[in-house]
């Protein structure tokens, strides 16, 4: 039987996993609300505003066209979080396909899909997005795209050797005894039991795909600008490092604070769905 | 223990084939074509078609993909990756010229990285709940959560702008005040992640009776941490390096445009933004290689360390 657990101990006993999980909010909040909260458009420039210090009108200053940094880091939040869901949506789609393929199927298809996985691993990811941007050419849409093409072999991983566990419950071979389609068995009795770790790899995954996009946008190949893409942000405000430091200083800000709640997310998740693997 | 380097050298071989291959029917569906470019270079405004045809002619570009492909590889094998289509450069000896300056970053970057990460992860551990350890584990939060080109971006400031102590970018040549910054931004991450990864290590070694053993017997406290627990413990700690030396790798492409470092990751992103094919090709040729080289020398030690390993995979 399930022990009844107040709030407050709940999260005292996971601080990671509540600190984690009220950045993630705030970072969700401020991007749902972001209109609201901006006090200027994302593309609103004066120039006789220009890379101005932070003052009372431009609480964060402005850029060297004269646009709001505050603001453009509140929009800032919906690509970072766009990207991470699209990037981390596609994974999941195609790790979590070709997993249960492998894994349930085994023998050639697993061997063609476990080999596939390597030699995408023989390449770090960053470099893999950079190719396939070279033929895509830059622009937000097409870094979702060249994130979840190249990031899937941790889920297809993981989901493999879930399968390869579970195919041999005797649930499975009742289900199979049944009459139940090979599709009903994935989706109905296998899959399920692949949740609690895609869950936490996703959301890692999430701190991960966000990083390696505001990376392409700061090497000059992800979101061009005007978009308020952190990365982005950050390369564009580099050139005046030495006298307009705040252009750079709160896109980085927002995006370790970012990455650093999904990063506690995912580990207070992992604590609670797998307690073996809880580093002390 | 030769069997089984033998056995993995061999299984390189065929990864980097397929590698190359799927590199090469990407970059050649990339839009644009080489010689229009080329062609567009040389000349400023105008086009002369007959020229295009004949550069298409004289790369081969009009010859089956399978034809050029095995021409290419065939190239690679003897040694030479081909002419860059923008610049007419020798691919390898543009290669050959960034290749030590990434190499630098990078060796020295991993050496700060692990005497750093293991040091404070081993501290940490024999501390257990101590202010020093919540501040080595705060530390290792942080590092894998703050990107480095944005840490870069605040180092330069700091240290080069503001307190003016160390060039802000450049490589001059790869003195230690041009390369330091660099090494200690990109070290800082793989550093965290090796902290963690030793601490945890470390406490769970430490448990095992055979320390307690170790402690029973009289042994000095300074023999049973470095000869029994430490050395216990360096199995997860090499595969963490192993796995993560690839972000490692990855991030020297950020970390060269930041300080602008005239290495491989610069002359790629180069290549990619300018579209000079043979260049890109040649540069991630280069660091899938370093790579995979670096994952075999950690096979290897697993094997060095864990003699078990080896006998495990005979068979």
């Not at chain 1, 006993?13 to 909260?37: D, E, Q, W």
């Not at chain 1, 252009?247 to 999904?262: D, H, K, R, S």
């Not at chain 2, 045809?53 to 003897?78: I, M, Q, T």
């Not at chain 2, 030590?100 to 005497?115: D, E, G, Q």
Request: charged share 15%; aromatic share 8%.
């Amino acid at each position: 039987m399930r022990k009844r657990v107040s709030m407050r101990k709940f999260i005292a006993r996971n601080k990671t996993l509540s600190i984690g999980a009220l950045m993630v909010a705030i970072v969700c909040l401020v991007a749902i609300f972001a209109p609201v909260i901006a006090p200027y458009g994302y593309a609103e420039a004066s120039m006789r505003d220009a890379a101005k210090p932070p003052s009372s009108s431009h609480l964060l200053g402005t850029d060297q066209y004269g646009r709001d940094v505050l603001s453009r880091v509140v929009y800032g939040t919906r690509l970072s979080l766009l990207i991470g869901i699209f990037g981390q949506g596609i994974n999941i789609c195609i790790g979590v396909t070709l997993g249960l393929i492998a894994g349930y199927f085994g023998s050639r298809l697993d061997d063609a899909i476990l080999g596939l996985c390597n030699i995408l691993l023989c390449l770090p990811v960053l470099i893999l997005a950079m190719a396939v941007m070279a033929v895509l050419g830059p622009g937000l849409m097409n870094v979702f795209i060249a994130l979840g093409l190249t990031n899937w072999t941790y889920d297809c991983r993981l989901v493999r050797s879930q399968t390869l566990s579970i195919r041999e419950e005797e649930y499975v071979s009742a289900a199979r005894a049944t009459g139940c389609s090979t599709v009903r068995i994935l989706a109905r009795h296998i899959l399920p039991n692949c949740v609690g770790p895609i869950l936490v790899l996703t959301t890692l995954g999430m701190a991960d795909t966000i990083l390696i996009g505001a990376a392409l946008g700061f090497i000059g190949l992800g979101a061009q600008p005007p978009q308020p893409e952190w990365g982005t942000m950050l390369s564009q405000g580099r050139d005046y490092i030495r006298l307009a430091s705040w252009i750079c200083t709160f896109p980085g800000l927002a995006l370790v604070f970012t990455i650093m709640g999904f990063n506690l997310l995912g580990d207070g998740l992992r604590d609670l769905v797998d307690p073996h693997l809880r580093t002390r | 223990m030769l069997g089984f380097a033998v056995r993995r050298v061999l299984q390189i071989i065929p990864t980097l084939i397929i590698l190359t291959m799927i590199l090469f029917v990407l970059m050649s569906i990339l839009p644009g074509d080489p010689a229009f470019i080329r062609a567009s270079a040389v000349k400023q405004g105008r086009i002369d078609l007959e020229q295009v045809e004949r550069l298409r002619e004289e790369w081969g570009l009009n010859d089956p993909l399978p034809v050029r492909y095995f021409r290419w590889l065939s190239g690679v094998l003897r040694g030479d990756l081909g002419r860059s289509y923008r610049t007419g450069q020798d691919v390898g000896d543009m290669l050959k010229e960034r290749l030590p300056v990434t190499l630098r970053l990078v060796i020295l970057s991993m050496l700060v990285a692990v005497i750093g990460g293991v040091s404070l992860g081993f501290i940490a551990a024999m501390h257990q709940g101590t202010i020093f350890d919540l501040a080595a584990m705060f530390l290792a939060v942080a590092g894998m959560s703050i990107p480095e080109f944005w840490s870069g971006l605040m180092l330069i400031l700091l240290v080069g702008v503001t307190w003016r102590l160390l060039p802000t970018g450049g490589y001059g040549g790869g003195d230690l005040a041009h390369i330091a910054l660099p090494t200690l931004t990109l070290g800082f991450r793989y550093m965290a992640l090796i902290a963690r990864v030793t601490r945890s290590s470390v406490l769970d070694v430490a448990r095992n009776d055979y320390v307690r053993t170790a402690r029973g017997k009289g042994l000095a406290e300074r023999a049973v941490r470095f000869r029994h627990i430490l050395r216990n413990s360096l199995i997860p700690i090499t595969t963490i390096i192993g796995l993560e030396f690839g972000w490692l790798l990855a991030n020297t492409v950020v970390i060269e445009m930041v300080f602008g470092l005239p290495g491989i990751g610069y002359l790629l992103v180069m290549s990619v933004l300018r579209k000079d094919l043979v260049a890109m090709q040649g540069g991630i040729l280069v660091i899938a290689a370093v790579f995979l080289l670096l994952n075999l020398v950690v096979d290897l030690l697993y094997g060095f360390l864990d003699p078990r390993i080896r006998y495990e995979r005979k068979g």
